[in-house]
């Protein structure tokens, strides 16, 4: 006899857990990760800054193709990324002049931070299995925030 569970197919998971879960698995250490919650959010940042210095509208472009990305993934990580990328944007406008300089320095070091991460983690960073986990990196950041304040995504 079939239960009422039985005869529901038990949810497939969603395309955002599922490339959580593999994102995860190379970013177990607790210093790797601490290294991350750092270096993500000033790689984006940086990374806006670089696409902005070289035209504005290249930075614009990144940010919507990014948000068309997380759309397709998960409504709540779309609207904090675009949140964010407002963030960005404004710290962007805020540099001025000093926007390619301080892009570099930020970019370069954050960059180096995340290899030695992944020297102590044991295990290469996931974006060289294929690069969306470039785009996955900021959403592991904010899966972690968000499951330390209770919140679902």
Do not use: C
Request: avoid cysteine.
């Amino acid at each position: 006899m079939t239960t009422l569970t039985d005869s529901h197919a038990q949810a497939a998971p969603r395309k955002v857990d599922l490339l959580l879960a593999h994102y995860g698995e190379s970013h177990r250490n607790p210093r790797n990760e601490v290294i991350h919650f750092v270096a993500i959010p000033l790689i984006m940042f940086s990374l806006v800054g670089l696409l902005f210095a070289m035209h504005p509208w290249a930075a614009y472009g990144f940010i919507l193709a990014s948000m068309v990305y997380y759309a397709g993934l998960s409504l709540v990580f779309l609207a904090t990324m675009a949140l964010l990328s407002l963030l960005a944007l404004a710290g962007v406008h805020a540099l001025g002049e000093r926007v390619l300089p301080v892009s570099i320095a930020i970019f370069v070091g954050a960059w180096i931070a995340q290899f030695v991460g992944h020297k102590i983690e044991g295990r290469k960073p996931s974006f060289f299995e294929d690069l969306q986990y470039l785009w996955v990196g900021p959403l592991f950041v904010l899966s972690k925030l968000f499951g330390k304040l209770g919140l679902r995504w």
